[in-house]
């Protein structure tokens, strides 16, 4: 992820919708699994090379900066138009050093809902950083500081949690117990040092299941001062693997009525006239407590859920794609790469490599003592894998999640979380007559 940049450049996600609610409802109806007409999307996942520490990277887009809170009243959203919130704080929590106390590197990172395409006529609606599926990669140094202006565009709330990043809990980005969620228009500051090294993500922590499920996640890479794993594996090329789940249909049935439901709190908020504890704000455990059981409010988890839908992921994705749209990971002969896996999807995945065997080299960012040889590493919810290979096997090769129910689209094998490991410097003895790629 690219650094904040002193000048002012255009947004990163700059849509300037100004639909109407209806039209918002319709845009999140139509933005499910299409089977006759094909819905127009922006393509925003692209694969990109990326310097970090002279080596090249390759990973999910690297953004280009939206510019710092002055801009905080661009929305792309109809309801604040609707009822003109007065937005736009700055919310600095204790805990870390001021501006002029250490030397910051500075990111501006926001949240809107973009429509997403999966796969060639599958789109969703998704909360997403910077306009982007996943969110931009970090790449940063062990030891640096780091201040990230997090702004929300959206009429939801939404925090940021650093997982796996050793830092102050004001920064730690858990709604209700370490901050308030940030709410509609406002910047929360986060300010920390890298540390430790290593594979790290980030991820929203407000409405989990909806918000980092959907797209509000994306890689923390922190560089080691001294990287003592590619004296072993002198690897050149570095690749960042988010694995992702989607039930396309629970996404569009939450987030439709999430929207309806933020109109009304957002509206009453505007005039002040929000009753927390109709809308379940309460000042704590105890004052929610007496709430329920004296009647005067009604949990969600005491209603039947409106929409009945349960969360069945039927699209499985690697950096936003399923396959055959997923990006391919390019080898040479005699090359080491790194494979970074980072699982934001809550189920286990268990990523077996054809023709090779890799060596896994660390877990949750941590080195392992001694590394393993495998050609399946299970990849569980919220965990980060590392591993290397080398290349002495000229071919393609797929590698894929062996729980065969997630190399499906839609029920449809094959299909999902699986790419291909392809030989750069290598004339095919055999094709295929019949290829997607081709
Ligand atoms: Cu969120």
Not at 310 to 323: D, H, Q, R, T, V
Not at 376 to 390: A, F, L, N, Q, R
Request: proline share 7%; charged share 20%; net charge negative.
């Amino acid at each position: 992820m690219a650094e904040k940049k002193p000048s002012t450049e255009s947004p990163a996600a700059s849509s300037t919708s100004t639909s109407t609610s209806q039209a918002r409802r319709e845009f999140l109806r139509s933005a499910a699994m299409v089977g006759g007409g094909v819905i127009a999307v922006n393509t925003i996942q692209s694969s990109t090379a990326h310097a970090a520490n002279g080596h090249e990277h390759h990973g999910s887009q690297q953004p280009s900066m939206p510019a710092a809170a002055d801009q905080v009243r661009e929305y792309n959203t109809m309801m604040f138009h609707q009822h003109k919130m007065q937005p736009g704080n700055i919310i600095e929590p204790p805990g870390s050093p001021a501006d002029n106390e250490v030397d910051y590197k500075e990111f501006d990172i926001d949240v809107t809902i973009i429509e997403h395409e999966i796969l060639p006529g599958v789109t969703t609606p998704v909360f997403a950083f910077n306009g982007q599926v996943p969110g931009p990669e970090f790449h940063v140094n062990e030891g640096d500081w780091i201040k990230v202006n997090f702004t929300n565009r959206t009429e939801e709330m939404h925090t940021i949690h650093w997982h796996g990043i050793i830092l102050p809990y004001t920064m730690d980005g858990v709604p209700m117990v370490t901050q308030d969620p940030v709410h509609p228009g406002d910047t929360f500051v986060y300010r920390f040092q890298a540390k430790p090294s290593g594979t790290r993500w980030y991820h929203c922590h407000w409405s989990t299941p909806l918000h980092a499920g959907s797209a509000m996640h994306g890689a923390f890479i922190i560089h080691p001062k001294e990287e003592k794993l590619r004296k072993r594996f002198p690897y050149k090329r570095d690749y960042t693997l988010m694995l992702e789940a989607w039930d396309v249909d629970f996404i569009r049935e939450e987030m439709n009525g999430l929207l309806e439901g933020m109109k009304e709190v957002n509206m009453l908020m505007s005039q002040g006239k929000l009753d927390p504890q109709t809308h379940g704000f309460f000042r704590d455990y105890a004052a929610f407590k007496q709430a329920v059981l004296s009647g005067q409010y009604i949990p969600p988890y005491l209603k039947s859920r409106s929409s009945g839908v349960e969360i069945k992921p039927n699209f499985f994705a690697i950096n936003g794609k399923s396959y055959p749209a997923t990006q391919r990971l390019a080898i040479k002969q005699g090359e080491w790469i790194r494979v970074r896996f980072i699982n934001a999807s809550g189920l286990p995945h268990y990523m077996h490599l054809h023709g090779h065997d890799f060596w896994w080299v660390a877990q949750d960012g941590n080195d392992l003592s001694e590394p393993r040889r495998l050609n399946t590493i299970t990849v569980e919810p919220g965990g980060t894998y590392d591993v290397m290979v080398y290349g002495d096997n000229p071919g393609f090769w797929t590698w894929h999640d062996h729980k065969t129910t997630q190399v499906r689209n839609n029920g449809i094998y094959p299909g999902g979380m699986l790419t291909v490991l392809a030989y750069e410097d290598f004339e095919p003895t055999y094709v295929p007559s019949v290829s997607v790629d081709q």
